[in-house]
């Protein structure tokens, strides 16, 4: 396990909403396979999503990842999205004034409740605005929006 090497995908979410996901593998062609993944799983444009193959700037050189493409690829992008939806719900449940457990993902969003009032509602895009500052952190959260997930296969 020790000689195992390692692959990683980190996921930020810039206070525009916009985000980058950075891969330590080389292009597979997949990267609007990937866009996509992320943007159905947070309600945003896939065009919003840049995906960065091989990012020495994120990952830099030497560490040993693992360059090579990988199946394993969109499963650790998915653990990303999901670390990314888990800090949402927390950040959204301040926004709000609520228990984050309070909140419901629909439609791209953490709401009180399925209604249209847009009080009540969080968007990715608004929750990584009040991520970088705009509002009060809950005790125990850093501030700012990314996940990152290492993995092997």
Known sequence: MADEVYRAV?????PTGKMVL????????????????VADELGIPALDVKVVP???????TG??????????????????VEK??????????AALDAPPETLKWFNGAWMLSE???PT???????IALYAHGTGPLPAGVEGGLDAQTVYAD
Not at 54 to 60: E, H, L, S, Y
Not at 84 to 93: C, F, T, V
């Open 63 to 80: 560490h040993g990842y693992n360059t090579t493409p990988s199946g394993g690829t969109p499963a650790a992008i998915a653990s990303a």
């Open 120 to 126: 009540q509602v969080q968007t990715i895009e608004s």
């Open 22 to 37: 950075s891969l330590t593998t080389e292009s597979d062609g997949k990267e609007a396979d990937y866009a996509r993944l």
């Open 84 to 93: 990314i939806r888990a800090k949402a719900q927390l950040l959204a449940g």
């Open 54 to 60: 091989a990012d020495t700037d994120r990952f830099g």
């Open 115 to 117: 209604s249209s009032d």
């Open 10 to 14: 980190f996921l930020r979410v810039h």
